[in-house]
């Protein structure tokens, strides 16, 4: 194409676009005037009132989101036609709803992200544009079908990771590669695994897979929404742009130790209690630590009923145990059972000696008279009340679970491992999240009395309304007609309900994150290698269709109780129904840099393949050599040199350094320039110090640095050993 061809091109593109743009503000316009109507509309129901505000409101969502990069390129068909695809889709309305701009999502755009010269998909060209805010700066071609024209051009791919990061993570939308878009376009109704090295872009790919099954199955996901677990709040704040930025926001987000509502983790286990929580053997020390609590009388215990004393014995209270044992019920709800056995024996007792003489079954209303009589007083007895509570008392999950940390005796009596064992029980862990979640299935409700107060609410409530109604019907004849039917307008049917209805105004997301029972139509899971089995209990729990999208990398666990498999994590619970696919291209890490992880990795993971990198960056990493006191120097100038620079850094190393994070809070994230300290204190934390290693060492997309104090360790040779003045003259280095 001339220089002449190319302009006008590029000014009819720029035109096209721009009237994509005046076509967007036209409906951004128009929702906002409906969604203005509609919180001022008093017509229909109050259900479908609020169905259609929140329609409209996640409609604003979408448009809201499309201004940078509404359109990033144009597909050319062999047939002659032009594919513009972008953020969202755009039609128009004047010719029978022709899409003027492709949702990326849409089967049609599928050409796109998989199209090459070889397999061309029916497609002559793939145009790629470069937009600056609202404006088409300039575009690139490639021509496919020609046997000489190579495979998809990378110049955009090459523009995107080389470009300096920013506080979050972007979305590929205009980058998608071949591979990444199999796995985001898979109908797979089951759990998905998608294991990679890092830098291969599987925390993205996996949520614009989430993208697209919103887009895909809006009906059947929209009102569950789906959740993301990531494995910290600086991993879920990297990645929360992402979701929203494709026009998608009922979505909740948590960490493994936000899956109980309310509680607080403000503590860390050894790995050895991890591991044992984590194992599902924990099940068994929850079950045994429950049925320590259901107790035995050691003595009768006497309760003073109708003038007569009466007893709890053993015997009673082991009929009545054994019966709400068979039960099948949660502990607190089976108390009911318990407690039934032991008043009909209190109750036949008392009235076999208060009666005796002159009460026999046969007189059966006077029988039955006095035992409501003797449940009455039986309901008021402190005595009765303080036995129940010893012999089988209400439990909360954070009460029991705590006596049971707290207590050596009790953690021997349920077989549990006195690794258990901390001084303040309710120093919650992260590990202690999936056993309170399981305890609130195994305990029920902790106060079934409340169901009952509820339920006696709703009666009176529904008695008010119906007086209100009949009062209504009674004065019909004296009321004007006017004002007798604004009032059954008010009072009939869902309108009077909604008198003593208090409507929840939170969206999807925030009555989701609330609500320990509540389920979601898909999960995708970052980090999956580190859950436990009994993490994955609780998030089964969450999500009853199995639907899930789960991403790790196996080599990079750090958790003692986490995954050194997937099969033995998933095929109890979807057997037959998971699929693996795995990542081979490293997109963020230089191959400079993923050299020398690539050495570490093959000293304690042997048999994984370092991911591939796709570019070089031209800036060798360095390591030097500092004594203790140089230490904090070298990372202030670290730290001043980079914040000259575009881009993000980090400082990585052990807690025991001054300003620097930790590799596993690190996981996930990517940063312009890293800097790792102490390299062998590191290796030195654990079994699993190398992989927190090569977590460190694989975050930086441009620059390396590495500072040491002894010798450097073996598998960091790789790494050109420099001086301080030698340092100041680095090109590139901190």
């Known amino acids: 194409m001339s220089d002449q061809g190319y302009d006008e ?3 009819a593109e720029q035109s096209y676009v721009a009237g994509l743009y005046r076509r967007l503000d036209a409906e951004r316009a128009r929702v906002k005037r409906e969604y203005g109507a509609a919180l001022g509309d008093d017509g229909g129901t109050p259900m479908e009132r609020d169905v259609g505000v929140r329609a409209l409101a996640r409609e604003a969502r979408r448009l809201d989101v499309a201004d940078n990069g509404l359109c990033f390129g144009r597909l050319d068909t062999v047939s002659g036609e032009h594919w513009y695809i972008g953020r969202i889709g755009l039609f128009d309305e004047e010719n029978e709803y022709r899409p003027v701009l492709l949702d990326w999502r849409a089967p049609a755009s599928r050409a796109f992200y998989v199209a090459t010269a070889a397999s061309p998909e029916d497609m002559r060209r793939r145009r790629q544009f470069h937009t600056r805010r609202r404006e088409v700066v300039d575009f690139t071609d490639e021509v496919l079908g020609r046997p000489d024209g190579g495979e998809r051009g990378d110049a955009a791919l090459l523009a995107a990771v080389n470009a300096p990061r920013g506080e979050g993570m972007r979305d590929i939308v205009a980058t998608i ?5 199999e796995i985001i376009r898979l109908d797979h109704p089951g759990v998905l695994v998608i294991e990679g090295g890092p830098g291969t872009g599987k925390t993205v790919v996996a949520l614009h897979r989430v993208a697209y099954l919103l887009y895909t199955q809006r009906e059947r996901m929209e009102r569950h929404g789906v959740l993301v677990v990531g494995p910290n709040p600086a991993f879920l704040n990297h990645i929360s742009r992402v979701l929203p930025s494709l026009g998608e926001s009922d979505v909740v987000f948590m960490t493994p130790g936000d899956l109980v509502p309310g509680l607080r983790v403000t503590a860390d ?6 591991r044992r929580k984590g194992s599902l053997t924990i099940l068994d020390v929850l079950a045994a630590a429950i049925a320590d609590r259901r107790r035995l009388p050691e003595q009768p215990v006497p309760i003073e009923l109708g ?24 502990h607190n709800e089976a108390r009911a059972v318990f407690t039934e056995i032991v008043t009909y024996v209190l109750t036949e007792r ?3 000696r208060i009666g005796r003489g002159w009460l026999t079954r046969s007189d059966r209303d006077a029988w039955e008279q006095l035992r409501a009589d003797l449940l009455t007083e039986l309901a008021k007895n402190d005595t009765f009340a303080a036995a129940l509570d010893d012999l089988w008392p209400l439990l909360t999950p954070e009460a029991l679970l705590a006596s049971l940390y707290e207590s050596p005796e009790r953690l021997r009596a349920a077989g549990a491992d006195l690794a258990l064992w901390r001084a303040d029980g309710t120093a919650w862990t992260v590990s202690d999240v999936p056993l309170l979640d399981e305890l609130v299935d195994l305990l029920g409700h902790d106060a079934p009395e409340s169901d009952q107060a509820v339920e006696q609410e709703r009666q009176a409530e529904a008695e008010y309304a119906e007086g209100v109604l009949d009062m209504l019907k009674l004065d019909r004849e004296e009321m004007d007609e006017d004002v007798l039917l604004a009032a059954e307008n008010l009072l009939y049917a869902e309108d009077l309900a909604d008198r003593f209805v208090v409507h929840d105004t939170r969206d999807l997301a925030e009555r989701a994150a609330a609500d320990r029972d509540w389920t979601y139509r898909h999960v995708a899971v970052d980090e999956a290698q ?8 609780v998030l089964m729990r969450r999500c009853p269709s199995r639907s899930f999208t ?23 619970y979807v057997p037959g129904r998971w699929v693996y696919r795995s990542l081979s291209v490293n997109y963020r890490t230089p191959a400079e840099i993923m050299t020398v992880a690539a050495a570490l990795l093959a000293e304690f993971a042997p048999g994984v393949q370092p991911p591939e990198s796709v570019r070089a960056c031209g800036v060798r990493p360095w390591s030097r050599q500092v004594r203790e006191d140089e230490l904090p120097a070298a990372i202030e100038e670290f730290v001043r040199d980079e914040s000259g620079r575009d881009g993000t850094s980090v400082v990585i190393g052990p807690p025991s350094v001054p300003g620097a994070v930790a590799p596993s809070e690190t996981k996930g994230l990517e940063f312009d320039a890293v800097l790792v300290v102490d390299p062998d204190r590191i290796l030195a934390d654990g079994p699993r110090g190398a992989a927190e290693l090569y977590v460190a060492l694989t975050r930086a997309t441009q620059r390396l640095g590495v500072l040491h104090h002894g010798p450097l360790p073996r598998a960091l040779a790789g790494l050109a050993e420099i001086s301080p003045a030698a340092q100041a003259g680095l090109p590139g280095s901190a």
């Open 9 to 11: 091109e590029l000014r």
């Open 269 to 274: 286990d050894t790995p050895e209690a991890a």
């Open 530 to 537: 580190e859950l436990s089995e009994m993490d994955w209990r």
């Open 307 to 330: 003038d007569v004393t009466v007893r709890i014995d053993a015997e009673t209270a082991e009929w009545a145990r054994e019966e709400a044992r068979g039960s099948g019920l949660p």
């Open 550 to 572: 789960v991403v790790g990398d196996l080599a990079q666990r750090r958790s003692a109780a986490g995954a050194t498999s997937w099969q033995p994590m998933l095929e109890p």
């Open 177 to 181: 590669q071949a591979e990444q878009d």
């Open 350 to 352: 008392a009235i076999g």
